[in-house]
């Protein structure tokens, strides 16, 4: 699960429902109002209503013009709420005014169509009618709410008014229908507040905190040492609206609008021009959402939840949002408006509860869910207000939750025959499936922890799932305390290939710099662990061995836990279990038999079972452990599309080795170096094929600077110059003159295969033994792919497979057997793919390494990318992050060429994808879209992989 | 001068002429070959000579079957030798066999055409005939050379064999003709040697450092305490080729062939073998040259200038190689062979005093030459041989000259109306012109210096031009050594933008990394100075203040010379002066008029003035200072393509402002930095404009990673935490957390402006206030062009144009005038090139910034390049170096792209290069065949890149 974005925390402090009702108002504002919109309409309507195209769509319980297929016209919310009426369930009756309004709106220079206001005027005499109150009269005064709503959801990003109709005259109206004074008067003094901010724009400047009025509203309670609005008197709130009527005359030259009518149409008007404010189109960029699509206004009666006991509000779901289990579910207040639920200040009671508090209301909640989620075909998330025991439907949606809820309400609405299986697949976002794989936290712990303020800060969900552990600043640190048995989390600025077997041991990875693709989190999520990254207000002190942050200072060996879904850094312990899923697969005895039977587990096998039957990509797994290599054939790998030999390297005594043969002087120093690694490899790769066979596996040769390899604190120099009768000087000196001003950029890939052809040769040779020995034992073997990183030009893969495919005979020659092998590249530099089609003469496959790719043709090192990468994304630079979402213009693009290009080369080219990337939804379809034969992802993006592949094989079937 | 290839230096160590004449031989052996051969000839001819097509062209003096025009299919030495024959010269008589039977000997599996040896026995018979001698004949052999002739020279890079028909029997009828048994037992065992090299491959194994024979000869000197193999005795002679023949036997398994046709065959073979050796295959790679041209074989009588003192052999030029001036030029050696001339055991005499030691020869050879060229119509490089009093050519060909005499040679030809003005502007060589700007060397001391050993080593001739000075390590040395009017030569391991002040006041910078487009040479070709880089054996020690080369330690201050030219590091002072040219056009007084009127310069001038007569690309200059501004104009520039405003911020007290400017830690602290260096800025600005104006300048917003600007130097950094009033320790924190893994992937370019606007808004004023200023002033302005850099988005463009556009119209408003500018943008990254389209809907020009872009695509850092670059090249993987000649399959496809698809988006987009390829010929015409409006280059490489745009105007214009 990501981290809210800003903007979806901000929402969440907005009201979500509520209106008032009013009883009394004077006569005279009545007929003032009403007699200005029924001349402006007579006027206007005689000539027009006939030619104009319909803007306005009424809805009231029975009714509506329009129904919920109408949502590009009418938006999510107005669309739903004509078809809840249509269904005739009780809503306050309303109007939507339709977004091609809003499109006409800015295509006509903010000037609205012809016959708009006829309409309008039409409409709202309709839900006079319906309430029978009229809008501005002083006695029984209509109020209305204005809400924005688009054909998909943007949360918060535009703009609200509620008890729209308020003025001197009809607040002692509602005063007296409510029979509440004080109700009245701070629903006065609050549309005041909201009316200044969203319609006249009057916002904090310079110093203050908050935007006048609400400075306001803080020195009246600091005056009288108040802590809630609530405690205000009746007197004190008309003196703050007094106030606020003069700032506003002073702010903006001209009184507040009392004339409920101007209210409306100033309301429309902010309305639509929030369309247009900075954040919404920042938001559109991101989610790639068209600009031209515009809103709707909905303008709705407002009902209120809060005028005693016999009135309340709630929120509920037709099945349980966290687990997907099929009972109704929700929460509810009496005497209460939608926002009190929100704000947390007093706590909702469980709906079952309303069956004695409200027993006909919660009757027929009961049938309008059933009825509603029948209808819909989906689990619905509907908001509810009773006002004076009468129910209203405020919304109904389909409800957000949880990726085990998501993939279980799918399957379980297949079985009950209300969907077909294509649809649940599509019901179902891949990236849920991550939730299911990873240990979660004990729900009750956390609530716990975060209620406790234990929350130390927040930084990048790079790898997802719960750990808990002690603190440690070094891999040393790390696997010392796992031999004891001790549970740890790995803090580092940041992690490096050196780092790779305390990270195998700890629990999780808590780093200071880097992005979701730097090198902590890519090990992450390859094997399983929790990341949190870049949490740029840590400050480490490996020397003193602590780390602080938000003013705490933490020590090793202290408790700390990582929530891996939302990026969360929690104080101290918070316990930990493995999921359903992960215990049916990898556990063992009772839980493994109980977590088999479990409705989770059953219904993500179902769902698997149906996308493998659906898919046309293949799908593999980036492994290089033969216990990786197990996990991820559980999770349905269908072979290896990368196996990184260096990871290999780091391993017990074969980094001696590696740093000999590094550092060797001359050639015969480095054939015996590696002559002493070989047989080492060659176990390796046994390991991996005889656990692989007989799929494919893709192999790739030494990629990464060979200063990697070397150890950079002094005192492992020391030692390593020990070991190798080297005075320590000298040593730091030859490691010192392989460092590069950019190693991305460097001496690496196969620039080290060419410069080193021994090096090349001792890896193919390791890999084609351990293939015939394998054979000869199994009597099966892998399907060899070996793949020659970083090339840029024909020649290159041309030198190395020479070094390849002569190691091949030579084996093969020694061993009297063979094993299939291809030899192909990894396309990565813009170069390669331009160059596809002559790399093609020499490549039997391509396996496009879209980590390396991006780097280059965005020219940003994801190492580096921190400084300005959030940046990036909040000014709309890039609609996704480039490094988890392939950048379809610019890298997709050379993808897109290299494809098409080696395809007409050679026609029966393999090509794969092994970047990050593999494991991303968003990318994945575009990998179907390209015809690639394979995509190869973590072991643990296996499930998500094949998900996001069956839906992209779906998509495309439906475009065609 | 670009350093001789290895190649090309090989090729000087091989025999350039020479050919020995016989006189008896033993009836048997010629009657025996002979007879094979027409025995051979008859059987085929009968059937075949009238259906196969002519393989072999006979030449002989008075007639020839080929001529000039036909060096496709006889290679340039076997088209010009049979032009000379049907000229009615002296030739030795012989035959060419065309390239077609060398692509048939290929295509064919290594067999020869039908017919072809019918063709050779006949073509033999002729030379016989032509000679008087036979092939074979104990008495009076005939003796061969066989030399390999391509269409384009291809210096060693194939095989020859000389002295071809010697055996047990012929060499004493060589004996007897030439009255000399040790010449013709020495010219045996020089054959055998060379045949066993050349046609049998025995070469040096293991431990040897010599081939077996070499070993033998090595020895037999080495047992008599000899020197020379011409002090060896008849007997020792004899000994030699006994003990050749057992190895040759031992080795093979076969005796050394005794039939001359045999031999002829063998060494036509290996000849046409040796154009698929592995060095000459990556010598037409580099060179661009097709695989299937094939070579041809020159089969031609020896004639020998070593038979006595009635014999010779020279070198001649129809015109000085060196000036270009209208004389007669060349050497002779008396009784020599072509070898002895090039050996340089004997010093030749100048030609002159041929007219006494042959005053007929002489005069002939006067006439054949002014004959020649005036047949040619270029200048002429002429080998002869004189073999008993009489004179024959053995090859003619277009000369190669200096840069100084191809200008000077090419227009004096245009004014002697043997070519048009066009032809002129072909036949210099761009590249050609930077010599002519650059200090030489003293030509005396230069030769001194290198006959007395001084070379110390040599590197990359990153910089060319000549220069001597006194070692120092640091800039600072330099600045305050040029302080005190010494001259210095800057060794640095490698250089940094720090460095720029020490290197401006050097004369010369000397690096250790780094490589054709290192900082050091950028900066060197920016500023005209000279270097050498990446001289990877130096040992340079900063704190003890010495470099070691070589096993020499020099110490600062030292006397140290950099020939820019050559890459040749020289010790000690060699004295230099400034070229005519130079002299000529910033030159002061009478050495100024002096110069004006050299021949050299009048005829630069004149070529500048017809290059700019013919080219359509604009020709624009990289500066960032008003006296780079001032050489710039002066060399032809028609505006500024890039400057980099970061230049300007290591000047002065500028440094501190930006220093305060990036440590800032509020944006107050920060503004108020920018604030101090707003008037400095535009101080700078001022300066250029007012040189410039009123041509178009684009300046670059600020583009390098901050790090760049920050001290490192523990002794700087104190010293700036003093001035700063921070702790050391916390300052070198500061810098430490800005350093990125790879910099030039980092935060940079526009990435900085776009998080720090300030900084951008700053330089825009700067800009727009100091054009308003000049335009104020002078009354006229500079067409501004505000370029954003390491642009990959569109948006990233659009938020900075957006803060440039604003600048503008406050600038504009508060100074009541205005100032015409656009806003465009570098394409520097692939991204930005595949989706120039949507970029270009902002930019209104782009500037191809083609030295990052080949970074990217490449995915290859310069700075770390060095590792593999030349082994790169050595490998064919790239054909030139792409960072010196734009990489077209791969860059060059994205700027074509990026050009099409901008210019499809808006027509009117301006279209230019900034990279370091604006200067270099090959990117110039790719330039130009991509239709971009203008390239831009240093000041220095003006003078090419306007003479390489008329070039590539004429080559398109010829190819339409």
């Known amino acids: 699960m990501p981290a809210p974005s800003r903007s979806s925390r901000r929402a969440a402090r907005k009201p979500r429902a509520a209106a008032p009702s009013t009883r009394k108002a004077s006569k005279k504002a009545s007929k003032k109002a009403s007699k200005k919109a029924s001349k402006k309409a007579a006027k206007k309507s005689s000539r027009k209503a006939a030619r104009t195209p319909r803007y306005v769509f009424s809805f009231e319980m029975g009714r509506a013009d329009g129904d919920r297929t109408r949502t590009e016209l009418l938006g999510g919310k107005g669309a739903n709420l004509a078809e809840m009426c249509a269904l005739g369930l009780p809503v306050p009756a309303g109007f939507t005014i339709s977004t091609e309004v809003c499109t006409a709106f800015y295509e006509g220079g903010r000037r609205y169509p012809d016959g708009l206001r006829d309409q309008v005027a039409r409409a709202l005499r309709r839900v006079e009618r ?16 204005v809400r924005s709503g688009a054909r998909v959801s943007m949360p918060g990003m535009m703009d609200t008014v509620l008890n729209l109709g308020l003025n001197r005259e009809t607040v002692e109206g509602l005063a007296a229908q409510a029979g509440n004074e004080r109700f009245a008067w701070d629903s006065y003094r609050r549309f005041i507040q909201m009316y200044a901010d969203v319609v006249l724009g009057l916002k904090a400047d310079g110093d203050h905190e908050f935007d ?45 609008p009392q004339d409920p009518l101007d209210q409306l149409w100033g309301s429309i008007g902010a309305v639509f021009g929030s369309w247009n404010n900075p954040r919404a189109i920042a938001y559109r960029d991101i989610h790639g959402f068209d600009h031209d699509w515009g809103t709707a206004v909905n303008v709705m009666a407002m009902v209120f939840g809060n005028l005693g006991d016999d009135s309340g509000t709630g929120v509920a779901f037709t099945r349980d949002p966290a687990t997907g289990e099929r009972r109704f579910y929700g929460e509810f207040l009496r005497n209460a408006q939608g926002e009190d639920v929100v704000a947390g200040t007093r706590t909702p009671q469980p709906i079952e509860e309303m069956k004695e508090a409200f027993p006909r209301c919660y009757r027929e909640l009961v049938r309008i869910q059933k009825l509603l989620e029948e209808h819909y075909r989906d689990m619905q998330d509907l908001e509810f207000t009773i006002e004076r025991g009468r129910l209203y439907m405020l919304q109904t949606r389909n409800g957000k939750r949880t990726g085990f809820a998501a993939v279980r309400i799918a399957t379980d609405m297949v079985r009950e025959r209300r969907i077909d299986r294509e649809e649940a697949l599509a019901r179902v976002e891949p990236s849920a499936l991550d939730q299911l794989l990873k240990p979660v936290f004990d729900p009750a712990q956390l609530a716990a922890a975060r209620r406790d303020g234990r929350v130390l800060t927040r930084a990048l969900n790079a790898g997802p799932g719960a750990a808990t552990g002690q603190l440690v600043f070094s891999p040393e640190a790390a696997v010392e305390a796992a031999r004891e048995g001790r549970d740890t989390i790995l803090v580092r600025v940041e992690t490096s290939p050196e780092d790779i077997r305390g990270m195998q041991a700890s629990q999780g990875f808590l780093t200071q710099r880097g992005g979701m693709t730097s090198h902590a989190a890519l090990v992450a999520r390859q094997m399983g662990k929790v990341c949190i990254a870049g949490a740029g207000d840590l400050h480490i002190s490996y020397s003193r061995g602590t780390v602080t942050v938000g003013g705490r200072t933490l020590r090793a060996g202290d408790w700390i836990s990582l929530d891996g879904f939302t990026g969360e850094v929690l104080e101290g312990q918070v316990a930990t279990r493995d999921s359903d899923v992960m215990t049916a697969l990898f556990g063992r005895g009772r839980a493994r038999e109980k977590a088999r039977k479990a409705p989770g587990f059953r219904a993500f096998q179902q769902l698997m079972k149906w996308s493998d039957a659906v898919r046309t990509l293949g799908v593999r797994t980036n492994a290089d452990q033969p216990d990786q290599c197990e996990v991820a054939r559980a999770f349905g790998a269908e072979g290896i599309g990368l196996c990184r030999t260096e990871h290999m390297f780091f391993e017990g005594a074969k980094i001696d080795h590696v740093r000999r043969m590094i550092l060797a002087e001359t050639l015969e120093e480095r054939e015996r170096a590696l002559a002493d690694l070989l047989p080492l490899q060659r176990r390796d790769f046994e390991g991996i094929f005889r656990v692989m066979a007989p799929l494919p596996v893709t192999i790739r040769t030494l990629d990464p600077p060979l200063h990697e390899f070397l150890p950079h604190e002094p005192e492992q120099v020391r030692e390593l110059a020990r070991t190798m009768g080297l005075s320590p000087d000298v040593l730091a000196e030859k490691i010192e003159a392989l460092r590069e001003a950019n190693p991305m950029l460097g001496h690496r890939g196969c620039r080290l295969g060419i410069s080193h052809p021994e090096i090349t040769r001792m890896q193919a040779r390791a890999i084609f033994e351990a293939a015939c020995n394998v054979k000869k034992r199994l009597r099966r073997t892998v399907k060899l792919e070996i793949m020659i990183p970083l090339v840029g030009t024909r020649r290159e893969l041309e030198l190395q497979a020479g070094v390849v495919r002569e190691a091949a005979a030579e084996v093969f020659a020694r061993k009297k057997t063979k094993v299939p092998f291809l030899v192909g590249t990894m396309i990565e530099l813009p170069r390669a793919a331009l160059t596809a089609g002559e790399i093609a003469q020499e490549a039997e496959f391509f396996s496009f390494g879209t980590n390396d790719l991006t780097q280059t043709t965005l020219g940003t090192s994801r190492d580096d990318a921190g400084s300005f990468g959030a940046l990036y994304l909040d000014l709309g630079v890039y609609p996704h992050d480039p490094f988890q979402s392939i950048d379809r213009d610019g890298v997709g693009r050379l993808v897109r060429i290299a494809a098409e290009e080696g395809r007409a080369a050679r026609p029966d080219l393999k090509l794969g994808i092994c970047g990050e990337h593999g494991g991303d939804p968003r990318s994945i379809a575009l990998c179907d879209e390209l015809g690639l034969d394979y995509v190869s992802a973590s072991p643990h993006r296996l499930p998500v992989a094949r998900l996001a592949a069956a839906r992209a094989a779906l998509a495309s079937r439906s475009k065609r």
Chains 1, 2 share one sequence.
């Open 130 to 145: 319906s309430l029978g109150r009229r809008f501005g009269d002083p006695q029984n005064p209509l109020l209305l709410s």
């Open 212 to 256: 006048p009025l609400t400075e306001e509203v803080e020195e009246a309670l600091r005056k009288r040492g108040l802590k809630l609005e609530s405690e205000l008197s009746v007197d004190e709130l008309r003196g703050l609206v007094d106030r606020f009527e003069r700032i506003v005359r002073e702010r903006t030259g001209k009184a507040f």
